[in-house]
């Protein structure tokens, strides 16, 4: 069976290696991706002696040292794609903390392997006419009245389960899962384990597409919802803004889900939000404290280095793009950095590799430093192509 995976994977590689293409896949590419795939995953399905593994490393074998043509190199990253997405091999890897990773003013739970705050202790240490800056600048309090509206227009809410959901409140409609099943078509099954609720509004007053949220139950999960009125034009989803939409909040969570980051404790202690920010050694945002090894982490490093810039955006957000639009992909990206980096990787998704030197430019070829989003990019795209065409610009 071994020496079968190899056959294929040695056909594979003659079919695609005899002549340069250009990376636009036609549809014999895809049919042949789909035969081949086929027999890669019965073979793996049929033998527990061969996995999906063995595949990914021939494969990352085959990329390293053979000089192949644009096409090649292409279609064989979009199979290592497609098996790592199919085997559940590439996923977000949590740290596990240990007592080491404790600031000195924490503690670490054994059973849930985590560090925590001492709330009565900070509490009584905390000095109110000490100098305040995080309510100023990372507010995690929510708008009430906010809260209250998007209630009053949620139609429906389900728990997710894969790609299954099931309704929990509202009346489901065949319009509510089918927006959901575009999402499942765009984004793979591993890469959505943080979410835990689908929301649909339908708010023709408001100019939010769709947005994210940290479940106020389990804060490691999110909540996603989206809004009918903007996705929707005379019964039809509108194809390209909505799919730039669903990308743009996945790459929300993406970036701040917990392989990412360290989320701020969930209390409206002010000393104990304080004494978190201080302990920050790298790059903070709203949700917390951000990995070195974060994608907003670098993002924020390269290109939002100008403190008084980000001042800026934080007190009037949109006007930032009037002063630097060859900055920004968008207005919107000029809000903040979490917005400017799901904007940015919308954009790197959708559109073909820019070759101009603008900050813009410069920010859709930052996510080609990474080979899983290179590879999560070409996914993505092949998605695409298989069920709408005139989306992604190549």
Same mark, same amino acid.
């Given at each position: 069976?071994? !020496? ?10 003659? +079919? ?28 793996? *399905? ?35 794609? *497609? ?60 708008? *009430? $009245? ?38 499942? !078509? ?24 769709? $947005? ?78 951000? $990995? ?21 955006? $934080? ?26 980096? +799901? ?52």
């Amino acid at each position: 069976m071994k !020496k079968l995976i190899l056959s294929i994977i040695t056909l594979f590689f003659l +079919a695609f290696s005899i002549n340069a293409f250009s990376y636009e896949l036609t549809d014999s590419d895809n049919d042949l991706l789909d035969r081949i795939e086929t027999r890669l995953f019965e073979a793996i *399905d049929a033998n527990p002696r061969i996995s999906a593994d063995m595949l990914v490393n021939r494969i990352d074998e085959i990329l390293e040292k053979r000089n192949l043509s644009d096409r090649a190199r292409t279609l064989f990253e979009i199979l290592k794609d *497609d098996t790592e997405y199919e085997y559940e091999i590439w996923y977000y890897a949590y740290e596990e903390m240990t007592a080491d990773d404790c600031y000195d003013d924490e503690y670490f739970d054994e059973e849930d392997r985590q560090c925590y705050f001492d709330e009565d202790e900070l509490s009584d240490d905390y000095d109110d006419s000490e100098d305040y800056t995080w309510g100023e600048d990372y507010d995690l309090s929510h708008d *009430d $009245h906010q809260e209250e509206e998007r209630e009053s227009t949620l139609l429906a809410k389900y728990t997710i389960q894969g790609d299954t959901i099931t309704l929990i409140s509202g009346e489901d409609k065949d319009q509510y899962q089918d927006v959901w099943n575009i999402f499942t !078509k765009l984004i793979p099954t591993t890469l959505r384990t943080d979410f835990l609720y689908f929301e649909i509004t339908n708010d023709v007053n408001s100019d939010t597409a769709a $947005h994210v949220v940290q479940d106020e139950g389990d804060y490691n999960k999110w909540n996603m919802n989206v809004n009918l009125a903007a996705l929707y034009e005379d019964g039809e989803f509108i194809k390209d803004e909505g799919t730039a939409t669903l990308i743009h909040e996945f790459t929300h969570v993406m970036t701040l889900n917990k392989s990412q980051m360290r989320y701020a404790p969930q209390t409206e202690d002010e000393g104990i939000l304080q004494r978190f920010a201080e302990n920050c050694q790298t790059n903070f945002v709203q949700e917390g404290c951000l $990995h070195e090894t974060a994608y907003l982490d670098d993002f924020i490093d390269t290109f939002w280095t100008n403190k008084e810039e980000l001042e800026k955006a $934080h007190i009037e957000g949109w006007d930032v793009y009037t002063w630097n639009e060859s900055k920004y992909i968008t207005d919107y990206a000029a809000t903040n950095p979490g917005e400017d980096i +799901a904007e940015s990787f919308t954009y790197f998704v959708l559109r073909a590799k820019p070759t101009g030197n603008t900050v813009a430019d410069k920010k859709l070829r930052f996510f080609y430093n990474y080979r899983e989003l290179v590879n999560l990019r070409l996914g993505i795209r092949s998605r695409i192509s298989n069920f709408w065409q005139n989306i992604i610009i190549n």
